[in-house]
């Protein structure tokens, strides 16, 4: 997840329903069994999500061509 060249931005699905939109290379850390998102919301703080990858139900996967960003 995350590492391709250019960045295409996606949503990650998780277990629980959550979706969380990656929309930038910055927003996440890479790990064996877990990534970590981090962003600043609209209102000024600092949020992280971290997805156990056993939890990941799917992966949106934009294209780059779109003209509105991922849901969220």
Do not use: C, N
Not at 41 to 59: F, K, L
């Amino acid at each position: 997840m995350g590492q391709a060249v250019p960045f295409r931005p996606f949503t990650v699905t998780m277990s629980s329903g959550r979706t969380v939109a990656v929309t930038g290379p910055e927003m996440i850390i890479l790990g064996k069994r877990r990534d970590t998102l981090a962003w600043v919301d609209e209102q000024g703080w600092d949020r992280h999500v971290i997805i156990e990858h056993s939890h990941i139900v799917s992966v949106d996967v934009y294209d780059s061509h779109q003209t509105s960003s991922p849901p969220e």
